[in-house]
């Protein structure tokens, strides 16, 4: 099957910022004098981790995680990670970085290498949010949009490691 992106946006550019100011400035105030540190997931995480952190207006460190799922007939849902941050986690106020929170398999094992490594303290947000596909019990502290079971690319998010780059967040159609 051959799927093509909707000419519409499900979330238009414009959109995407104005929640990005938003919880930018819930973050902002919610960190004022902590250790701030942006745990961003790779790779669809990067586009919204930038605009974010462009608006938080206080002082903060990044560093990047990595993780795929495997959904083989055995290893159904197991979470690898194929990067882990560099500097020390240990003592510092965490925020996790996602997408999207679909199954959360990710984020749960995230969860638990970030616990692992004795934080002050560790929240998550996500930019978007399907709660109707969870399969783990796992919330964020920190939501951009709650959507629908659609498929979605565009801002980060890949169908096959296309549409990253896209500026709106769109569905597939066939
Ligand atoms: P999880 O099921 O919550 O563990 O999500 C795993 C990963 O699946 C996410 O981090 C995304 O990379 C990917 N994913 C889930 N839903 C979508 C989607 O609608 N579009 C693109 N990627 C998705
Ligand atoms: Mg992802």
Do not use: C
Request: glycine share 6%; hydrophobic share 40%.
């Amino acid at each position: 099957m051959k799927l093509r992106l909707n000419e519409k946006p499900l979330i238009d550019a414009a959109q995407v910022q104005q929640r990005i100011a938003a919880l930018a400035t819930e973050i902002s105030a919610a960190y004022v004098g902590k250790d701030l540190v942006l745990l961003v997931v790779l790779k669809g995480s990067v586009p919204f981790s930038v605009d974010l952190m462009r608006q938080l207006n206080i002082p903060l460190e990044v560093d990047y995680i990595r993780a795929r799922s495997y959904e083989g007939t055995e290893s159904r849902g197991t979470v690898q990670f194929t990067h882990l941050p560099e500097g020390s986690l240990k003592g510092r106020d965490v925020l996790i970085v996602e997408d999207i929170l679909d199954t959360g398999r990710t984020a749960e094992a995230i969860r638990d290498f970030v616990a692992s490594q004795h934080p002050a303290s560790e929240r998550f947000i996500t930019l978007l949010d399907k709660p109707s596909r969870r399969v783990q019990e796992v919330e964020a502290d920190y939501v951009g949009f709650i959507i629908d079971d659609h498929f979605v690319v565009g801002y980060g998010l890949d169908y096959d490691e296309r549409y990253r780059e896209l500026d709106a967040i769109y569905t597939l159609g066939s």
